[in-house]
């Protein structure tokens, strides 16, 4: 079913997506509204707050009895987008989310330059299955995967040391800004913090958080209609879900090793990252492969040299910033992870390569 923008349905695009219901000839349906019930009836399902997006849901139907909106054309809009919102539900259920973690987790080994535990907590790796998933769009898990790493060597003088060595050397001695922007694209939904024997969590966006973010501001600067709107989100939210399925496939294959265990080895016992060390296998950066291919969708579907400001870390006590384009934010969302010393600069270079590619098919394929 096309709309009157002549946006098609994802139906037939997205895996195991099938065609949605369509409205029943003869009602009469206010679309707006049911694009809107569509959205709770999901939203409510799947985000920790469902309670918050219940009460919004009643919120903006106080609103539309305020605005005295016909009952039988209000009636049959909630029930159409209630229909369409369970459609949606169905198809998510069969993801493979909730069977993830039946699976194997990952095993801790001595083998030299796989991925260890980091401090603080030394909590186990997460989401050792999220390559299980199903897909959106791409083809496989596998398809964009990046080359190996450099090969891991403890030599002094060796490529791998010297990765490691400018890690150690950017923490230590940052330039003018670097702290700043570690921090600014820190983006760590779960930051650990302990208070004497009690330890407890900070919450902050993730990375698909800010860039959504930075996705509806476009959107609501430039003022699209709805129908805009929901495809730049949609295939902006799509690219950052592959591009992370992709990314966790390459990180499991590799297990390598992260910097702050590293340099806590070889180089010096008592350095500490800027930013926390994130509980998964190193290479390659997810915040590089997300934010590479977000900006490849956004890039395409609003402009090559879009300059915008950034207001996503003003909660959190940071001030805007300002971007050339989308592609700019991205580079320093990237080596932001460098400067926070949680990356070796390698892991940064290939996940923009994959990111971008991820970026590129899945717009060829959902344009």
Same mark, same amino acid.
């Given at each position: 079913m096309r709309s009157q923008y002549n946006y098609p349905s994802y139906a037939g695009r997205l895996h195991d997506l099938t065609t949605l219901p369509a409205p029943t000839q003869g009602k009469q349906y206010c679309y707006p509204v049911s694009s809107i019930i569509a959205f709770t009836t999901v939203a409510q399902k799947m985000v920790f707050s469902g309670s918050l997006v219940v009460t919004m849901e009643k919120d903006f139907l106080k609103q539309l009895d305020c605005m005295n909106v016909n009952k039988a054309l209000l009636d049959s809009s909630i029930a159409y987008g209630r229909q369409v919102g369970n459609h949606i539900l169905a198809w998510a259920a069969q993801d493979g989310y909730l069977q993830r973690n039946s699976m194997m987790a990952y095993i801790v080994t001595k083998e030299a330059g796989r991925y260890q535990p980091t401090p603080p907590n030394y909590i186990d790796a997460i989401e050792t299955n999220w390559k299980t998933l199903r897909l959106f769009v791409l083809d496989? $898990?596998?398809?964009?995967?990046?080359?190996?790493? #450099? @090969?891991y060597d403890t030599t =002094?003088?060796?490529?791998?040391?010297?990765?490691?060595?400018?890690?150690?050397?950017?923490?230590?001695?940052p330039k003018q800004g670097d702290s700043a922007t570690a921090w600014y694209w820190d983006d760590n939904p779960n930051t650990s913090v302990t208070n004497g024997h009690v330890t407890f969590f900070q919450q902050k966006n993730s990375p698909p958080g800010h860039w959504i973010f930075i996705a509806c501001s476009v959107a609501e600067k430039e003022k699209f209609n709805p129908m805009k709107t929901a495809s730049l989100i949609s295939t902006t939210a799509?690219?950052?879900a592959d591009g992370f399925i992709s990314c966790w496939e390459a990180k499991y294959m590799y297990n390598y090793i992260r910097p702050e265990t590293f340099i806590n080895n070889y180089i010096d016992k008592d350095w500490l990252p800027l930013i926390?060390?994130?509980?998964?296998?190193?290479?390659?950066?997810?915040?590089?492969? $997300?934010?590479?291919?977000?900006?490849?969708?956004? #890039? @395409?579907?609003?402009?090559? =040299?879009?300059?915008?400001?950034?207001?996503?870390?003003?909660?959190?006590?940071?001030?805007?910033?300002?971007?050339?384009?989308?592609?700019?934010?991205?580079?320093?969302?990237?080596?932001?992870?460098?400067?926070?010393?949680?990356?070796?600069?390698?892991?940064?270079?290939?996940?923009?390569?994959?990111?971008r590619s991820v970026g590129n098919f899945i717009f060829s394929k959902l344009k």
């Open positions: 496989s $898990a596998a398809q964009f995967r990046p080359p190996p790493p #450099t @090969k =002094n003088g060796s490529a791998f040391y010297k990765e490691a060595y400018q890690v150690y050397e950017v923490v230590k001695n799509i690219a950052i926390q060390t994130p509980s998964f296998p190193e290479y390659p950066s997810a915040h590089s492969v $997300a934010s590479a291919s977000a900006s490849t969708i956004l #890039t @395409k579907m609003v402009g090559e =040299n879009y300059a915008f400001t950034d207001s996503n870390e003003v909660p959190f006590g940071c001030p805007t910033r300002n971007f050339k384009s989308f592609y700019d934010a991205a580079d320093q969302a990237s080596i932001s992870r460098f400067y926070g010393g949680i990356h070796f600069i390698n892991a940064i270079k290939k996940g923009k390569v994959e990111g």
